[in-house]
């Protein structure tokens, strides 16, 4: 190796009063920059020394937005280090999104480092408000959830309050909890919603590059995810019992690090795993043991049927993530995450940098609404009350030929005959619902849309027209079913 890369630096000039020169700008806009001419701005050719050299260039304009980068070894080459060293620096790049790497095309400038942004959930439209038919958020309706005043009250009562100790979960809410896991927990922690739980675990297991299995339709919140921690995405097929043994088997050949499913009232397309799918599905994950489950229960309580959980079967590698925001309240903003006791505490150590633990105020107020019988009695009368307008509008949908088979949840996964059209055609008469792009990641999947029924109206003249806008919307009056 010549002398200038010894200890992975080039030497200093041999008179250091002698100014360097300024090197000329590289390409601009459209262009593309050489392998050679890109090594000669690297003052040190570590990954970390590559990395900081182009984050300079890229904010400076010397590489801007658009200019076509070498290849990784041709780089390496002109480096005359290893190829693994500069895929590290383009890796560490792109998760800052300074630049975005397209298969056999390369990789390309994106311009300087910028915070990940959630787009398939930023999207969501806002103009249908006005007509009270803003059907794209599938959230709870904040009259079916429980009064927290009590909660609120009876949680300050804690000799811990004001403590500065971090307490991952409070005894209070580990006690409400456990009798309802589904398998024995080796630790517990709570956590901000169920996405922080997802995305905390995300963070604490997966680097770049790594494949993660996930459901497709799945949440948009959930891809969301895994798109900012730079992932490969492989697509599990569902049908209306979860998903298909034989689609997993394929996507676990790909060697996966985690397989991340919802076990009940999926989003978007509400189907619960049934005992003898779950059953199917453990046997196919036997056959990988190296893969992390991390089940993501989103609906918690609301859900109409008990999930056949995988976790119960595979515990010694299982996760789960419970959300009790659509449940009892999305200002408590609390989740618990059980399960193998070293992931869970690598999320507990990563919690440690920022808020360091949940509300002990929320934590109790939680534990007090989940061991109130009149609390217990008014969530099964909203998962009732839920299950009634989903299935209402799911009704009126087939009788005007537009087939769901959402069975639970808060939406319906309507298929449509062209989705930018049905979009258009319902905004038109101020109706906002959900792009179904937002929710798939590979093209084999049909158009729909997402319609979500939390917030419906049980005025049956009222549901009626809705159902023909939707269905006027689909295509199905010109023999789309």
Same mark, same amino acid.
């Given at each position: 190796?010549?002398?200038?890369?010894?200890?992975?630096? *080039?030497?200093?000039?041999?008179?250091?009063?002698?100014?360097?020169?300024?090197?000329?700008?590289?390409?601009?806009?459209?262009?593309?920059?050489?392998?050679? =001419?890109?090594?000669?701005?690297?003052? =040190?050719?570590?990954?970390?020394?590559?990395?900081?050299?182009?984050?300079?260039?890229?904010?400076?304009?010397?590489?801007?937005?658009?200019?076509?980068?070498?290849?990784?070894?041709?780089?390496?080459?002109?480096?005359?280090?290893?190829?693994?060293?500069?895929?590290?620096?383009?890796?560490?790049? *792109?998760?800052?999104?300074?630049?975005?790497?397209?298969?056999?095309?390369?990789?390309?400038?994106?311009?300087?480092?910028?915070?990940?942004?959630?787009?398939?959930?930023?999207?969501?439209?806002?103009?249908? %408000?006005?007509?009270?038919?803003?059907?794209?958020?599938?959230?709870?309706?904040?009259?079916?959830?429980?009064?927290?005043?009590?909660?609120?009250?009876?949680?300050?009562?804690?000799?811990?309050?004001? %403590?500065?100790?971090?307490?991952?979960?409070?005894?209070?809410?580990?006690?409400?909890?456990?009798?309802?896991?589904?398998?024995?927990?080796?630790?517990?922690?709570?956590?901000?919603?169920?996405?922080? &739980?997802? =995305?905390?675990?995300?963070? /604490?297991?997966?680097?770049?590059?790594?494949?993660?299995?996930?459901?497709?339709?799945?949440?948009?919140?959930?891809?969301?995810?895994?798109?900012?921690?730079?992932?490969? #995405?492989?697509?599990?097929?569902?049908?209306?019992?979860?998903?298909?043994?034989?689609?997993?088997?394929?996507?676990?050949?790909?060697?996966?690090?985690?397989?991340?499913?919802?076990?009940?009232?999926?989003?978007?397309?509400?189907?619960?795993?049934?005992?003898?799918?779950?059953?199917?599905?453990?046997?196919?994950?036997?056959?990988?043991?190296?893969?992390?489950?991390?089940?993501?229960?989103?609906?918690?309580?609301?859900?109409?049927?008990?999930?056949?959980?995988?976790?119960?079967?595979?515990?010694?590698?299982?996760?789960?993530?419970?959300?009790?925001?659509?449940?009892?309240?999305?200002?408590?903003?609390?989740?618990?995450? &059980?399960?193998? *006791?070293?992931?869970?505490? #690598?999320?507990?150590?990563?919690?440690?940098? &920022?808020?360091?633990?949940?509300?002990?105020?929320?934590?109790?107020?939680?534990?007090?609404?989940?061991?109130?019988? /009149?609390?217990?009695?008014?969530? =099964?009368?909203?998962?009732?009350?839920?299950?009634?307008?989903?299935?209402?509008?799911?009704?009126?949908?087939?009788? *005007?030929?537009?087939?769901?088979?959402?069975?639970?949840?808060?939406?319906?996964?309507?298929?449509?005959?062209?989705?930018?059209?049905?979009?258009?055609?319902?905004?038109?008469?101020?109706?906002?619902?959900?792009?179904? $792009?937002?929710?798939?990641?590979?093209?084999?999947?049909? !158009?729909?849309?997402?319609?979500?029924?939390? #917030?419906? $109206?049980?005025?049956? !003249?009222?549901?009626?027209?809705?159902?023909?806008?939707?269905?006027?919307?689909?295509?199905?009056?010109?023999?789309?079913?």
């Amino acid at each position: 190796m010549p002398p200038e890369y010894l200890e992975g630096r *080039r030497e200093a000039p041999e008179d250091p009063e002698t100014p360097a020169a300024v090197p000329p700008a590289l390409a601009r806009t459209g262009g593309r920059v050489g392998a050679a =001419e890109l090594a000669a701005r690297f003052p =040190e050719v570590s990954a970390r020394g590559i990395t900081a050299a182009m984050t300079e260039m890229i904010r400076s304009g010397d590489l801007a937005p658009g200019v076509a980068l070498p290849t990784v070894r041709a780089l390496a080459a002109a480096l005359t280090v290893s190829p693994g060293t500069v895929a590290q620096a383009w890796s560490r790049l *792109r998760t800052h999104r300074m630049i975005t790497t397209s298969g056999r095309r390369g990789s390309v400038v994106s311009g300087p480092p910028t915070v990940p942004h959630p787009t398939r959930f930023e999207l969501f439209g806002h103009f249908g %408000d006005r007509l009270g038919r803003n059907l794209a958020m599938a959230a709870p309706d904040p009259a079916l959830l429980p009064p927290l005043g009590a909660a609120l009250a009876a949680a300050t009562d804690d000799a811990g309050l004001n %403590d500065y100790a971090r307490v991952a979960v409070t005894p209070r809410l580990a006690a409400a909890v456990q009798d309802t896991w589904p398998f024995e927990a080796e630790a517990w922690t709570a956590v901000g919603g169920g996405y922080e &739980g997802v =995305e905390l675990l995300c963070r /604490a297991l997966l680097v770049p590059g790594d494949r993660v299995a996930v459901e497709e339709p799945t949440a948009a919140r959930l891809l969301d995810i895994l798109e900012a921690h730079d992932v490969q #995405k492989v697509p599990v097929a569902c049908d209306d019992d979860g998903p298909l043994p034989d689609s997993l088997a394929a996507a676990l050949r790909t060697r996966p690090t985690l397989f991340l499913y919802q076990p009940r009232a999926q989003s978007p397309c509400g189907w619960t795993i049934t005992e003898e799918r779950a059953d199917l599905l453990a046997g196919v994950l036997a056959a990988a043991p190296a893969v992390l489950l991390v089940e993501d229960d989103g609906s918690g309580p609301l859900a109409l049927r008990p999930a056949a959980s995988l976790a119960a079967r595979l515990p010694e590698r299982s996760v789960l993530v419970r959300s009790y925001s659509k449940s009892h309240g999305p200002d408590l903003r609390v989740a618990v995450l &059980g399960g193998r *006791r070293d992931v869970v505490d #690598k999320v507990r150590v990563l919690r440690t940098y &920022g808020t360091g633990w949940t509300s002990r105020i929320l934590q109790n107020a939680l534990a007090y609404l989940l061991t109130d019988a /009149a609390t217990a009695e008014r969530v =099964e009368n909203a998962a009732l009350r839920y299950g009634h307008r989903r299935r209402a509008m799911a009704e009126r949908l087939a009788e *005007r030929g537009v087939p769901t088979h959402n069975r639970d949840g808060l939406s319906l996964w309507v298929p449509v005959a062209d989705e930018s059209a049905a979009l258009v055609t319902l905004a038109a008469r101020g109706i906002t619902v959900s792009p179904g $792009t937002r929710f798939v990641f590979t093209p084999s999947h049909g !158009a729909h849309v997402r319609v979500a029924t939390s #917030k419906l $109206t049980e005025d049956p !003249a009222a549901l009626d027209e809705i159902a023909d806008l939707l269905a006027h919307a689909a295509g199905a009056a010109d023999g789309m079913h």
